[in-house]
C-alpha cells in the first residue's frame, strides 16, 4: 500500500506542474491570442467566401494580419478539421480547396 501511496503523490505533484505550466500567460496576453485568434477566424470565413473555397497561407496571413507561425498552425487545423485538399497552382504556390461554403436562402429572399 505505501508504493500505491507514493505513486499518487507523484502522479498529482506532477499533474499540478503540468497545470501551473499552462496557465503561464497573464490576462493581456490570453486576450492578445482571443484577438488573433478571431481576426483569423474572420479572415478565413471571408477568403472561403471571396476565393471560392481555396486559401493560401500568404493570403491568410495576409488578410489576418497575423504572424506567419501562428497562421500556419490555424491554417493546419482548418485543414485538417476541414479536410482540404492541398493543391499546387500553375505558379508553383500551394494553397488548400476546401468544402464549398453553402448559403441557406433566407426566409426573405424565399417569397
Same mark, same amino acid.
Given at each position: ?24 500567460? #497573464? ?24 476565393? #471560392? ?59
Amino acid at each position: 500500500m505505501p508504493i500505491i501511496d507514493v505513486l499518487l503523490v507523484i502522479t498529482l505533484a506532477v499533474l499540478a506542474l503540468v497545470l501551473m505550466r499552462g496557465r503561464t500567460q #497573464n490576462p493581456q496576453q490570453q486576450l492578445e491570442t482571443a484577438f488573433k485568434r478571431q481576426q483569423l477566424d474572420d479572415a478565413f470565413y471571408q477568403l472561403l467566401e471571396e476565393q #471560392n473555397s481555396c486559401i493560401s497561407l500568404i493570403q491568410l496571413t495576409a488578410t489576418a494580419r497575423v504572424e506567419v507561425q501562428q497562421t500556419r498552425q490555424y491554417l493546419e487545423r482548418q485543414v485538417q478539421m476541414f479536410a482540404a485538399v492541398p493543391e499546387v497552382d500553375a505558379d508553383g504556390d500551394t494553397f488548400y480547396r476546401f468544402p464549398k461554403l453553402h448559403r441557406r436562402p433566407s426566409a426573405d429572399k424565399s417569397r
